[in-house]
C-alpha cells in the first residue's frame, strides 16, 4: 500500500478509469496500490464533485457514422452565442468549442456518409445566421479519441 506521502491523485484515478471503466474497485485498488474502499470513497467524491461523469461512448464506425469531420468556422463576433447555440442543438456535432486562431469555433460532426455531410454543408450549416465562413477537414484516421457521445 502507498503512504501518505505518496497519495495517489484524481488525475491517476479518472486516467486509470478512463482506460476502463468496468474495471472492479479491487483491480483498480491493485493497479493504484491503495485499498478497494479508498478507491470506491473516491470515485463516489469524484463524481460527486463533478470531476467525473459515467456515460456511454459510441465506436462511430459500428454505430453507422463513418464520416467524422473537424469544422473550423469564423463567424461575426456579434453572433457567437447565437452561433454556438444552433450548433449545440444539431445531432451532428459531437464537440464543440470556441478557440483562439484561424478559426472562432472548432467542431467535430459525424454523419453516415459524405452525402449527408455535404448535405449538412449546404442546407443546414450556411442556413445559420452569423457563420462566414467553414472548412472541413474529413478524418481519415483517428488512433485517439474515436469514441464519440451520442445526444
Known amino acids: 500500500m502507498r503512504t501518505k506521502k505518496t497519495k495517489f491523485t484524481d488525475e491517476e484515478l479518472v486516467s486509470a478509469v478512463g482506460s476502463n471503466a468496468r474495471i472492479s474497485s479491487e483491480k483498480l485498488a491493485k493497479k493504484l496500490k491503495v485499498s478497494p474502499t479508498t478507491i470506491r470513497r473516491r470515485l463516489k467524491s469524484a463524481m460527486r464533485k463533478d470531476i467525473m461523469r459515467t456515460f456511454a461512448v459510441v465506436d462511430p464506425d459500428k454505430a453507422g457514422l463513418t464520416v467524422q469531420t473537424v469544422l473550423g468556422i469564423n463567424l461575426s463576433r456579434e453572433n457567437i452565442e447565437s452561433v454556438i447555440n444552433a450548433l449545440e442543438n444539431r445531432s451532428e456535432i459531437k464537440w464543440l468549442a470556441a478557440v483562439t486562431g ?4 472548432i467542431a467535430r460532426a ?7 455531410l455535404s448535405a449538412f454543408l449546404e442546407h443546414e450549416l450556411s442556413n445559420i445566421k452569423g457563420i462566414n465562413n467553414c472548412e472541413s477537414f474529413v478524418c481519415l484516421d483517428i488512433p485517439k479519441g474515436r469514441f464519440i457521445v451520442l445526444d
Do not use: K, L
Open 110 to 116: 459525424a454523419f453516415s456518409s459524405i452525402d449527408q
Open 102 to 105: 484561424e478559426y472562432d469555433i
